[in-house]
């Protein structure tokens, strides 16, 4: 399986309902619009249906979603066995997207696909996100924080920058390796700044960080 080669920390849908809980029209998708955005989301990122899949794909789409302008929240299938299956269907593709996490992070379905960083320090190789987000729940938010956590990235004018799927936080450079090199910069920085603020346990952690990730061009 291969990895993806782009990423973001945080939901890769919008928001929905979980079965049983009162429907907020306009607000989060109901259920059935939510496994949908799954098995979408999985498509976009390059999975492959069958022809027969396909035709279902659009047929569940004709009666959740015919337009691009109708209001999300309140469109449920009127088959519930059309509504099973497509629940189904959506932890297949969670399932492909699991299979396609980058190292050290995970496909989670909560109220949203989530792609969220594995936060155990024992293993072999930590990411940055998991350190940034366990300094974060003990009520730490690090100078240092987000441009250590940063992916490198080129731009489509052929310059490099250091950031993250909002944001760039750091540059122009007119090399990948000078952005990557401020990214590593801020690592050593974060390091310091954990350790400062007692979480030596964390920053203990550094030698087994993940290399700076330098992104496929757009």
């Given at each position: 399986m291969t990895a993806l080669e782009r990423w973001h920390v945080g939901p890769w849908t919008t928001r929905g309902t979980l079965p049983g809980e009162p429907l907020e029209p306009g607000r989060k998708r109901t259920p059935d619009e939510l496994s949908f955005d799954v098995v979408g989301l999985a498509r976009i990122l390059g999975r492959r249906l069958s022809g027969r899949e396909e035709l279902q794909v659009r047929l569940w789409q004709n009666e959740l979603r015919p337009t691009h302008t109708r209001r999300c929240g309140v469109h449920t299938l009127a088959d519930p066995d059309s509504s099973r299956l497509l629940a189904e269907t959506a932890q297949e593709a969670l399932a492909w997207l699991a299979s396609r996490a980058p190292e050290g992070y995970e496909f989670t379905l909560t109220d949203a696909v989530y792609l969220r960083p594995l936060t155990e320090l024992t293993a072999e190789t930590v990411t940055v996100d998991a350190i940034v987000q366990l300094a974060a729940e003990r009520g730490d938010a690090l100078p240092a924080d987000r441009l250590a956590a940063s992916h490198v990235r080129r731009s489509s004018a052929g310059e490099w920058f250091a950031g993250d799927a909002v944001c760039n936080w750091s540059g122009?450079?007119?090399?990948?390796?000078?952005?990557?090199?401020?990214?590593?910069?801020?690592?050593?920085?974060?390091?310091?700044?954990?350790?400062?603020?007692?979480?030596?346990?964390?920053?203990?952690?550094?030698?087994?960080?993940?290399?700076?990730?330098?992104e496929p061009a757009a």
């Open positions: 122009p450079y007119p090399t990948a390796e000078e952005a990557a090199d401020a990214i590593r910069a801020a690592r050593v920085e974060l390091t310091n700044q954990l350790t400062q603020v007692g979480h030596s346990d964390l920053a203990a952690t550094f030698p087994r960080w993940s290399d700076v990730h330098v």
